[in-house]
C-alpha cells in the first residue's frame, strides 16, 4: 500500500442495528459507528431517546440536547413505533440483514415482542444480538431497573471514591454506563472475529452494568481479597503508592505523582528538601505509605508555599510529574488535543457546527469515521424504509397509522 493511501475505517459493509437508548446502549453503538459501520438507530416516534429530552444544557442557542449529541454521531435515525406488529415487521426486516444488533430494554422484553434472540436468529443465524442491562439476564435481581448512581453504590465505586470520613461521591460522569458500553463493544468485536475466521454463526451477549462496575475495581477488588479488609475512601490518594495525591497550593492545585523509587529523590530536590530522601520514615515507598500523615504534612506545608504554575514549573524542572487539575474548557484547549485530533468539529442542519471529542481510536493504514452528524428524530426514516424496498405509499400510510415518524 503506498503511503499516502488509507484504508477504510475498520468495519465498513457492516450493519448494526441500535435499538438501544440513554447511554450505555449508545456509547457502544457510537464507537462502532467511528469504526465505519453503519448504525442504524431505532427510536420511539412520541421524543425518540429520552436523551433528546435531557436539557438544559443544549448546544450553544440551538434545542438540541448537548447530552444527547455527545454520543450519537455516525448513526442514522429511524423513528419506529415497536408497540406495533407493523413497527416490530420493520425491525424484523432490518434485523434480517444486519450483522449486529445492540438493545438495552429490560430482560424479556424484546422476547415478548417476538424480536428476542431466538426470533431473530431464525432468519438471520449470524446475528451478534447484544443485550446490556442493570443487573444480566440471570440471578435474583436481574428484572431490577438500574441507574448510574445505583451501579456506582451497589457496585462499590462509591465505597472508594471520595475522601475519608466525609459523604460518598460518584465519579463525575456515568461510568458504570460507559464501562458496560465498552465491555459491549469488545465482546461484539470478539464475536464477529470469530463468527469470521470460524465460521461458527452469531450469538447472544449478556452485559450488565453491574458486572462492569464490579470488573472495574480491579487491584482494589485484589486489595480486599489479599487482606479481608475493604478499601475506604482516600481523596486523589493512592493506597499503595506515596506520594501520589493532589496538594493545595497558594492559588489551587497541584497533582504529582512519584510512582516509582527513581521519582522521589528528584522530588524532594525538587522542594529543596534532600534530607527527607534519608529520612528512615521515608526512604522506601512502603514506610512512605506506612508514615503517610506525617510525609503529607511536610509536603503540603513545602507546597502550599507555591501557586500552582510555580510548583509545575518546579517539578518538572527535575522530572517529577506534576500536573494542574484542569477543568474542561483547560482540556479542549492543551496543545496535545490539536496533535491528537481529539477536538473534532461536525456540521449539524441545526446547531451549525458541532464539536465533540474525537475518537482516540487511531491507524496508522486505517481510519475511524466522522462522517454523520448525531440524526435528527427519525431524519432516515424513509431512506432506510426505500432500503427495504418500502414504496413512497406504503411509507406514506405507516405515518399516517402512527408507526413510523
Not at 517539578?315 to 484542569?326: F, G, I, K, M, W
Not at 471529542?357 to 462522517?371: C, L
Request: aromatic content about 8%; hydrophobic content about 35%.
Amino acid at each position: 500500500m503506498a503511503d499516502d493511501e488509507t484504508e477504510a475505517a475498520p468495519l465498513e459493509g457492516l450493519t448494526v442495528l441500535d435499538a438501544s437508548r440513554v447511554l450505555s446502549g449508545p456509547f457502544c453503538t457510537m464507537q462502532l459507528g467511528d469504526l465505519g459501520a453503519d448504525v442504524i438507530k431505532v427510536e420511539r416516534p412520541d421524543g425518540g431517546d429520552q436523551t433528546r429530552g435531557w436539557k438544559p444544557p443544549t448546544y450553544g442557542d440551538s434545542e438540541e440536547s448537548a447530552y444527547y449529541l455527545s454520543i450519537n454521531r455516525n448513526k442514522r435515525s429511524i423513528a419506529v413505533n415497536l408497540t406495533t406488529e407493523h413497527g416490530r415487521e420493520i425491525l424484523r426486516n432490518i434485523a434480517a440483514d444486519a450483522d449486529v444488533l445492540v438493545e438495552n430494554f429490560r430482560v424479556g422484553q424484546m422476547d415478548s415482542w417476538g424480536l428476542g434472540y431466538e426470533d431473530l436468529k431464525e432468519d438471520n443465524p449470524d446475528l451478534v444480538y447484544c443485550h446490556i442491562t442493570g443487573y444480566g439476564e440471570t440471578g435474583p435481581y436481574s428484572e431490577r431497573p438500574a441507574y448510574d448512581l445505583i451501579m456506582q453504590a451497589e457496585g462499590g465505586m462509591m465505597s472508594i471514591t471520595g475522601e475519608q470520613g466525609r459523604e460518598p461521591v460518584r465519579v463525575g460522569v456515568a461510568i458504570a454506563d460507559i464501562a458496560a458500553g465498552m465491555y459491549a463493544t469488545q465482546a461484539i468485536l470478539a464475536r464477529l472475529f470469530r463468527r469470521e475466521f470460524a465460521d461458527s454463526g452469531g450469538d447472544k451477549l449478556d452485559i450488565s452494568l453491574f458486572d462492569s462496575i464490579v470488573a472495574w475495581q480491579t487491584y482494589m477488588a485484589s486489595y480486599y481479597f489479599g487482606t479481608g479488609d475493604p478499601p475506604g475512601r482516600m481523596g486523589s490518594r493512592h493506597p499503595t503508592i506515596a506520594p501520589y495525591q493532589a496538594f493545595p497550593t497558594k492559588d489551587d492545585y497541584v497533582v504529582v505523582a512519584c510512582a516509582s523509587e527513581h521519582i522521589w529523590p528528584r522530588f524532594c530536590r525538587a522542594l529543596d528538601r534532600e534530607e527527607l530522601v534519608e529520612d528512615e520514615r521515608f526512604e522506601t515507598n512502603e514506610k512512605r505509605v506506612d508514615n503517610r500523615e506525617e510525609l503529607d504534612a511536610i509536603l503540603g506545608a513545602e507546597i502550599e508555599k507555591y501557586t500552582t504554575a510555580e510548583i509545575v514549573e518546579q517539578l518538572q524542572e527535575h522530572d517529577v510529574p506534576a500536573r494542574a487539575v484542569n477543568d474542561m474548557a483547560d482540556v479542549f484547549s492543551h496543545p496535545q488535543m490539536e496533535a491528537r485530533n481529539m477536538r473534532r468539529t461536525m456540521s449539524h442542519p441545526t446547531v451549525g457546527e458541532v464539536e465533540m471529542p474525537g475518537s482516540p481510536m487511531n491507524f496508522q493504514n486505517g481510519q475511524t469515521a466522522f462522517d454523520e452528524h448525531p440524526p435528527g428524530l427519525g431524519e432516515q426514516t424513509a431512506e432506510i424504509l426505500d432500503e427495504l424496498d418500502y414504496t413512497e405509499e406504503e411509507i406514506a400510510a405507516l405515518r399516517d397509522d402512527g408507526v413510523v415518524r
